[in-house]
């Protein structure tokens, strides 16, 4: 879900479906709004910048 929703900024039924298997309404929306707080954050401090923890190490978004 996750790789899907942010890469294309939308999902697929079939992606939708396997989340609505595992997770409860409570768990999905918790699941959307945690992906998009991570890209909003994201799309935030990368053009910025800003310096990062010592112990950070970023990864390509291209290796995953």
Known sequence: YAREATRSLEV???TWSAVAAHLDVEQRLALV???????LVARVILPLRL??????VRQDSRDS
């Open 51 to 56: 310096e990062t923890e010592d112990w950070y």
């Open 33 to 39: 709004l945690n992906v998009g707080w991570y890209n």
């Open 12 to 14: 697929g039924d079939s």
